[in-house]
């Protein structure tokens, strides 16, 4: 996103941004501060933190033997689909850059992050884009009803949001772990939108090897959490294969009673 464009949807009332490996950053300095030490703090975002300084090796890692398949409509799927008019507002890209017509926010600077921003505090104008799009993101801040507000606020009148979450899945930091969701649960926070489309993200079976793996994990690492995590990635790998069978499950009758992950689609009124 060029900074001409990026200038256009900040909000002028908002006050400067300091700069973070170049990128706009506007979180202060204590925050930061505090949100890099919880990230630091636990081993499970300093081995992933590891991986994403080579973005296309950790997102082939995460979809070769992380314990998601996602047949729902991930943030690329959905830009893909519904082709938004004008900009997108990526929340929480994280290594996921989107392509150009498309704002890439997080909390970290990582490589293609184009602000650097608290979600419950958005520095853009109120209804400066076409979409916004929150995928595995709202499950890892404290109050996402703030959050959804906010996106609210930054989404312009007939604009869609997009938004995926974990039902069924295992606590994972980033840099912490707050809730889960119902298809139901995240209507709710959107209670002001029209729903357009929601369904299963990552069906039954990714549920089961992520449950799985953090059962086997929990019971043979002798209450140590360092062999907890390496038992974990190590039966995350040897299960990761049937996480492939949602290609099928997620498809079947009542698959939503026990999915690992829900995405909904709604369009500000």
């Not at 853009?124 to 507000?149: I, K, M, N, W, Y």
């Not at 069906?203 to 059962?215: L, N």
Request: net charge neutral; aromatic share 12%.
């Amino acid at each position: 996103m060029t900074p001409n464009k990026l200038q256009d949807v900040i909000d002028p009332s908002v006050s400067g941004a300091t700069l973070i490996n170049g990128i706009p950053s506007f979180v202060d300095a204590a925050r930061s501060q505090s949100i890099a030490m919880q990230q630091s703090q636990r081993s499970e975002n300093r081995f992933k933190d590891f991986f994403k300084r080579w973005p296309k090796l950790y997102d082939a890692l995460v979809w070769l033997v992380g314990p998601s398949y996602f047949t729902g409509y991930t943030s690329e799927r959905f830009v893909r689909h519904f082709r938004p008019a004008g900009i997108t507002l990526h929340v929480g890209s994280g290594t996921r850059v989107l392509p150009c017509q498309s704002i890439n926010l997080d909390l970290f600077p990582f490589p293609g992050v184009d602000v650097i921003a608290d979600v419950a505090s958005l520095p853009f104008r109120s209804d400066a884009f076409g979409a916004v799009t929150c995928d595995q993101v709202l499950e890892h801040v404290e109050h996402p009803h703030l959050v959804a507000r906010e996106i609210v606020r930054v989404t312009a009148s007939g604009g869609f949001i997009h938004v995926a979450s974990p039902f069924l899945f295992p606590w994972h930091p980033s840099p912490s772990d707050y809730t889960r969701w119902t298809k139901e649960g995240l209507a709710s926070l959107f209670s002001e939108c029209e729903v357009v489309e929601s369904g299963i993200m990552a069906g039954p079976c990714s549920a089961f090897v992520a449950f799985m793996a953090a059962f086997i994990a929990t019971a043979f690492s002798g209450g140590s959490r360092s062999i907890q995590g390496i038992v974990q990635y190590i039966f995350l790998i040897l299960l990761a294969p049937i996480k492939f069978l949602d290609i099928l499950f997620a498809r079947l009758p009542n698959a939503d009673l026990c999915a690992a992950n829900f995405y909904i689609i709604v369009r500000k009124r």
